[in-house]
């Protein structure tokens, strides 16, 4: 009751008072009419007049207008962090760098803030920067990378506003580099993702996959921050490049599809793992299979991360012996977004042993020939709907032996990982070079098959 009371005296105190009511009230109309006609023709005059700090909220709140000159000051105030005027913390301030290339890859983000974050889309098309595109180079590792000086052979020399690197570790797991590796300050945070042991691979673990999925969202919500980030690539510790860096970079951003394996299995290691009860938003018929090691467009990156439903039912159903990081995207793609994929992967494995595990190629196994084989084993594949016999550009699993040999391989001609020798491997095996349109067989290729 007193508080109505107060608030009443505060108003009016008496309804009778109804012809001060409107007194007031043309009052008000007459002085509103007159700062209206002054300010309109005295702008300038009276804002400039007022304090600074008036006149930059006002400024910060409705920077549209156009005031003459005085806007010049509005200009500093949104273009320049630095300025005196008001204070700023730096980190607080919009910044173009910062938000089309975050620098520091450490940030406190969740997975729900990131992935939302991650899912914007620019509506304009045209960039206020020269867009270079990029391929992010995604590693999904438990440790340290074993291969790692493998990579930074292949990264050296290279254009750096054509590649940026991320890597997600298992917790407490710091890559030890020096500020000169191109993994220096690359790390994302990584949440919950646990492995059991370094000697246990992927599929051995029977419990909680979706953390798998959960690692591969991250590396991409994280890699989507950077607005010049186009292709994404997943790669695995034991993962190699088998072509140099300006091939694999003209092969990515030249495609018109993304490569993501997604394949429909009717055995029980694939239509086998479909649950019922994931119906009816998923039906059997949707259900695919996968490599996990996928090389995708930006668009379809962007598909991923903002997918909240589909990922919830594979954290529900998709259980052991089901393994979200089989099926999840390939089944999710398959439904959507067939259209933008190739339904195949660039990451070679050798399966060719039987059984769950593909073969695993140490020290003895790496050859020449080896590297010649995975390049062109003689099956072919489409590259923008042309035949060609380049279908891999990475291949798994070497295990950490097969680094000096590598390494060994990276200087001489046949590796091509320092960008000798790849011409000839060029002429022989390439088709899908723009100069050869129209051409789906090479004949080289014929003999080869
Ligand atoms: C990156 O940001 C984190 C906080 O998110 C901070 O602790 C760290 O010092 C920053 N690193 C650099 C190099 O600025
Ligand atoms: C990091 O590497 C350097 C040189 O390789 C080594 O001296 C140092 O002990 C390492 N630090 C950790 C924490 O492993
Ligand atoms: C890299 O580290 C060394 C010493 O640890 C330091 O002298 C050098 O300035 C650093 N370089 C950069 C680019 O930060
Ligand atoms: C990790 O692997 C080693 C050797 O294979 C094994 O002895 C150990 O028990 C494993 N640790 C866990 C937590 O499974
Ligand atoms: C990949 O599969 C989808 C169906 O999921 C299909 O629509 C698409 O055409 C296929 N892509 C190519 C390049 O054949
Ligand atoms: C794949 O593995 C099989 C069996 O070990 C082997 O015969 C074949 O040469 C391997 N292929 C490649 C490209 O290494
Ligand atoms: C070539 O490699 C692919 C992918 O591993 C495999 O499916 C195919 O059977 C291989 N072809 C030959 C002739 O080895």
Not at 183 to 191: A, D, E, L, M, V
Request: aromatic residues 14%; positive net charge.
């Amino acid at each position: 009751m007193r508080a109505r009371g107060e608030r009443d005296e505060f108003v009016f105190k008496d309804s009778s008072l109804g012809l001060l009511r409107l007194l007031c009230f043309l009052i008000l109309f007459v002085t509103g009419i007159i700062i209206g006609l002054t300010s309109s023709s005295h702008v300038d005059r009276y804002f400039t007049s007022q304090p600074d700090n008036f006149y930059m909220n006002y400024a910060s709140a409705a920077p549209a207008p156009s005031y003459g000159s005085s806007s010049s000051k509005t200009a500093t105030f949104d273009h320049d962090c630095s300025t005196n005027l008001i204070s700023c913390k730096k980190d607080d301030c919009l910044n173009m760098e910062s938000f089309r290339m975050p620098k520091n890859l450490s940030h406190q983000m969740t997975d729900n803030e990131l992935f939302w974050r991650a899912s914007m889309v620019p509506n304009k098309p045209e960039y206020p920067f020269d867009r270079v595109p990029k391929v992010a180079f995604m590693f999904l590792t438990r440790g340290p990378l074993p291969l790692m000086m493998l990579w930074e052979r292949f990264f050296r020399g290279q254009d750096e506003n054509k590649y940026s690197i991320y890597v997600h570790t298992n917790p407490g797991v710091h890559l030890n580099v020096t500020n000169s590796s191109v993994f220096y300050n690359r790390q994302i945070p990584s949440q919950h993702f646990f492995l059991l042991n370094a000697s246990v691979s992927f599929q051995d673990v029977k419990w909680g996959s979706v953390k798998l999925v959960d690692a591969e969202k991250r590396l991409l919500g994280n890699a989507l921050l950077d607005f010049s980030n186009e292709r994404f690539v997943l790669l695995s510790e034991s993962c190699i490049p088998v072509y140099n860096f300006p091939t694999i970079y003209k092969y990515l951003i030249g495609s018109t599809y993304s490569f993501l394996d997604s394949y429909d299995d009717p055995s029980r290691y694939g239509r086998g793992r479909y649950s019922r009860r994931m119906k009816p938003e998923i039906k059997l018929r949707d259900w695919r299979k996968g490599s996990q090691w996928f090389e995708i467009h930006r668009t379809l990156a962007v598909k991923i991360v903002s997918d909240t439903k589909y990922y919830n039912l594979f954290k529900s159903y998709c259980l052991p012996s089901c393994y979200p990081d089989e099926h999840y995207l390939p089944t999710f793609v398959n439904m959507f977004h067939g259209s933008l994929n190739a339904n195949r992967t660039v990451t070679y494995v050798n399966w060719s042993l039987g059984g769950p595990h593909p073969a695993s190629f140490g020290a003895d196994d790496v050859t020449e020939k080896l590297i010649y084989l995975i390049r062109n084993n003689g099956t072919s594949c489409y590259y923008n709907n042309r035949k060609t016999s380049v279908c891999f550009l990475f291949a798994r699993k070497f295990s950490e032996s097969a680094l000096a040999p590598l390494l060994g391989l990276a200087s001489t001609v046949c590796f091509g990982i320092d960008g000798t020798g790849f011409s000839q491997d060029f002429q022989e095996h390439v088709s899908w070079s723009s100069g050869n349109l129209g051409n789906t067989f090479d004949p080289n290729n014929r003999k080869q098959m």
